[in-house]
C-alpha cells in the first residue's frame, strides 16, 4: 500500500504539479505516474476493486490509471471541465466538481460519453469537496472562490438533485475546503477561516449528519505547520488523514488524537490523498 497525493502548481500554489507516491512511513518514491497528460492534478478515487486509480487533471481531462501508473481510460480534453474533486459513487458512477460551471457533474465509470450535469449550474457561488451517502444524498462543501467569492456553507442534495437543505450547519468559525463522510455517516470538513487570511485558523470540523451541529474540532499542534488543508480520506486504518501545504496529518478518529504528520514535503501543495496498493501488493 502507498500514500498517493495530487500536488497543485504554478499560479495555485507553486507546487509540484504531479501525482506523487508516498511510503506508509512518508518516505517519498517519486511520482506515481510520469503520462504527460497529468498536469495540475486536483481530485483522487478508487474503484471498489482497488485495481484503477481515477484522477482530475488540469489539463481538462478525467483520467484512470492501473497499479503500475499507466492511463488506461481517458476521457481526452473537455474544454472548460476544469475539474476539482472527484468521487466514486455507490450507483458507480464517477462524481466531479466543475469549479468554472459552479456544479457537480458525473461520468460513467468506464469515462465514456459526455459528462452529465447531476446539479443545476451555479448551484453555489464556489463548489469545494462534495461526497455521496449511500442513499444517494449529496454534501456539497460551499466554500470560497480565488477570487473572494462564495459562502461558509454545506448544501445537502437527494438522490435526483433536488435540494434537501440549503444551509445544513451554522458554523460562525468555518471556510469549507473539502468534505467527506465519516464511517459513523457524520459530515467532515477541512476548514481554513477565514479563507486565505494570514491569520486564518485551520481545522478539520465534524458535523452531526442528522442535524448540522459541530461535533467536534481536530487540530494539531501549532509546531506541526497545520497550512491550508485541503483533501480528507478515512485510510485502511480507519484513521483520518489531511493533505496540506507541506504535510499529510493523521488523527484517531475515535478519540480525536492528533496521531502525526506522515508526510513532510516543503512545498507540497497537497490538493487530494488516497490510498492505493503497490504492485507487487
Not at 502507498?2 to 507546487?15: E, F, P
Not at 455521496?132 to 470560497?144: C, D, F, K, P
Not at 485502511?236 to 514535503?265: E, K, T
Given at each position: 500500500m502507498?500514500?498517493?497525493?495530487?500536488?497543485?502548481?504554478?499560479?495555485?500554489?507553486?507546487?509540484y504539479g504531479?501525482?506523487?507516491?508516498?511510503?506508509?512511513?512518508?518516505?517519498?518514491?517519486?511520482?506515481?505516474?510520469?503520462d504527460p497528460r497529468i498536469t495540475d492534478p486536483r481530485g483522487l478515487s478508487v474503484s471498489p476493486d482497488r485495481r484503477l486509480l481515477y484522477v482530475n487533471s488540469g489539463s481538462d481531462r478525467i483520467l484512470a490509471l492501473d497499479a503500475a501508473g499507466h492511463v488506461v481510460r481517458d476521457t481526452g480534453a473537455i474544454p472548460g471541465l476544469d475539474a476539482g474533486g472527484g468521487n466514486l459513487v455507490p450507483d458507480g458512477r464517477y462524481l466531479v466538481g466543475m469549479r468554472g460551471a459552479r456544479t457537480v457533474a458525473a461520468f460513467a465509470?468506464?469515462?465514456?460519453g459526455a459528462p452529465q450535469n447531476v446539479l443545476a449550474a451555479g448551484i453555489v457561488p464556489f463548489p469545494r469537496g462534495f461526497a455521496?451517502?449511500?442513499?444517494?444524498?449529496?454534501?456539497?462543501?460551499?466554500?470560497?472562490g480565488p477570487g473572494g467569492e462564495g459562502e461558509n456553507n454545506i448544501a445537502v442534495f437527494d438522490a435526483g438533485g433536488t435540494p434537501l437543505a440549503s444551509r445544513?450547519?451554522?458554523?460562525?468559525?468555518?471556510?469549507?475546503?473539502?468534505?467527506?463522510i465519516a464511517p459513523n455517516g457524520n459530515i467532515i470538513v477541512s476548514s481554513e477561516f477565514?479563507?486565505?487570511?494570514?491569520d486564518a485558523v485551520t481545522s478539520i470540523r465534524e458535523y452531526d449528519r442528522s442535524n448540522g451541529e459541530l461535533v467536534r474540532v481536530f487540530a494539531p499542534p501549532s509546531a506541526i505547520g497545520f497550512h491550508q488543508p485541503r483533501?480528507?480520506?478515512?485510510?485502511?486504518?480507519?484513521?483520518?488523514?489531511?493533505?496540506?501545504?507541506?504535510?499529510?496529518?493523521?488523527?484517531?478518529?475515535?478519540?480525536?488524537?492528533?496521531?502525526?504528520?506522515?508526510?513532510?514535503?516543503p512545498r507540497l501543495n497537497g490538493q487530494a490523498v488516497i490510498f492505493f496498493p503497490l504492485v507487487a501488493d
Open positions: 502507498q500514500i498517493l497525493v495530487t500536488s497543485a502548481s504554478g499560479a495555485n500554489g507553486d507546487g504531479s501525482l506523487l507516491s508516498f511510503a506508509l512511513d512518508g518516505t517519498p518514491r517519486g511520482p506515481f505516474s510520469a465509470a468506464d469515462l465514456t455521496s451517502g449511500e442513499s444517494g444524498t449529496l454534501y456539497l462543501a460551499s466554500g470560497i445544513f450547519i451554522t458554523d460562525d468559525a468555518v471556510s469549507p475546503l473539502d468534505l467527506a477565514p479563507f486565505r487570511a494570514r483533501g480528507l480520506r478515512f485510510g485502511p486504518d480507519g484513521h483520518l488523514y489531511c493533505v496540506a501545504r507541506d504535510n499529510v496529518v493523521a488523527f484517531d478518529f475515535a478519540n480525536g488524537r492528533f496521531l502525526d504528520s506522515v508526510v513532510r514535503m
